[in-house]
């Protein structure tokens, strides 16, 4: 992926050659309104996660998990101090596992990823607000304009005016930081499209990179992305889908060329092709939340490479990309607004 010119600190194109193809698109909400319905997974409560004290963990298979207040508090204060856990879902998973990693590393704890009592009070010592909030959703938050349905295949995204969000929902959950279904089980009878609606929220309230990023490290066998100062202090830790086994992502040292928020995103066949595209044109996919690279792309000064945005912010982390370096919007963003040209990225 590319600017179609050199980038400055506000392009808004970019070329798709090396980068990654998404996760099949999502699918179209089912609801017709914006009612949330009740999930048949435990709700869990707002009450209930500011309340929430120490709790070992589950063990075994993730996808069997129900939601934990515990976990859903200690992914927001994770997010707070700097270690990015993806998704809030109060669900324990590689994610957040990495995040506690890092968090116990910088430290200078044992480093298992695990959340032990230890993790927990630095933690709650550090930030002890509540984690979950009232909002008000606002005439902004509904009035759209919406993209309900997002078609699959770039061809047809191709046609629409843009790749908005899909619903007032889908906004609020990832201004918060939030799994949408984990917003729609914790307020299982809010109407989100309609202004005024009084909701719950869990609020990260991460503050912006105070310090200048000198360099930014891209770690393969962690899936993560290391924002760094010239003194070596570790200023932000985020999760990232990294190159495959088929496609991977190069090794060695780049630097930031510039930055492009809310890109439209250029698929070239004459430049790169996958497996079972048929794709013989190039096409101009429009820039929106849901474009395939999200709503801000981080051009590297190798032709074709970046770090950016994602539709899909419950999937970074857990599958591959074809090359380039994918963060959940809101990781992208933070990064991004800390970032200038000549920054170094290293590969390892």
């Known amino acids: 992926m590319k600017s ?89 998973g590689e994610n957040v596992r990495q995040a506690i990693a890092a968090f116990q590393r910088e430290n200078g704890m044992t480093v298992d990823g695990r959340l032990s009592r230890e993790v927990w009070d630095r933690l709650v010592a550090g930030s002890p607000q509540d984690a979950v909030s009232r909002y008000v959703l606002t005439t902004e938050d509904v009035a759209g304009p919406f993209t309900p349905n997002i078609p699959e295949g770039l061809e047809a995204q191709a046609g629409l005016e843009r790749l908005g969000y899909t619903s007032a929902a889908e906004l609020v959950a990832e201004r918060f930081h939030m799994d949408e279904q984990f917003l729609r089980e914790m307020n299982p ?91 013989t044109r190039r096409l101009t996919i429009p820039a929106g939340p849901n474009n395939p690279v999200g709503l801000v792309w981080i051009d590297l000064s190798r032709d074709t490479y970046g770090i950016h945005g994602t539709p899909n912010p419950d999937i970074v982390g857990k599958n591959a990309s074809n090359g380039c370096v994918r963060l959940t919007n809101w990781d992208a963003q933070h990064l991004a607004a800390a970032v200038r040209p000549g920054v170094v990225v290293e590969f390892v």
């Open 4 to 92: 179609a010119s050199v980038l400055s600190c506000l392009p808004l194109v970019v070329l798709l050659t090396a980068c990654d193809r998404e996760a099949p698109p999502r699918e179209p909400e089912a609801p017709a309104t914006e009612t949330s319905v009740l999930s048949p997974r435990p709700v869990v409560s707002p009450e209930a996660i500011n309340a929430s004290g120490y709790e070992a963990p589950p063990d075994g298979n993730l996808a069997e998990q129900t939601a934990s207040a515990s976990l859903a508090r200690a992914q927001v204060l994770l997010d707070r101090a700097g270690f990015s856990p993806g998704v809030t879902d109060g669900r324990y």
């Open 189 to 279: 009878n809010a109407d989100f499209s309609r202004a005024g609606t009084e909701i719950f929220v869990t609020n990260p309230r991460r503050p912006q990179i105070a310090t200048e990023v000198a360099r930014i490290e891209v770690d393969r066998d962690e899936k993560a992305v290391k924002a760094f100062a010239e003194d070596g202090t570790l200023l932000a830790f985020y999760p990232a889908t990294i190159g495959s086994q088929e496609q991977p992502t190069p090794e060695g040292r780049m630097t930031v060329n510039g930055v492009a928020r809310d890109p439209t995103y250029t698929y070239d066949p004459r430049r790169v092709s996958y497996a079972g595209d048929r794709i």
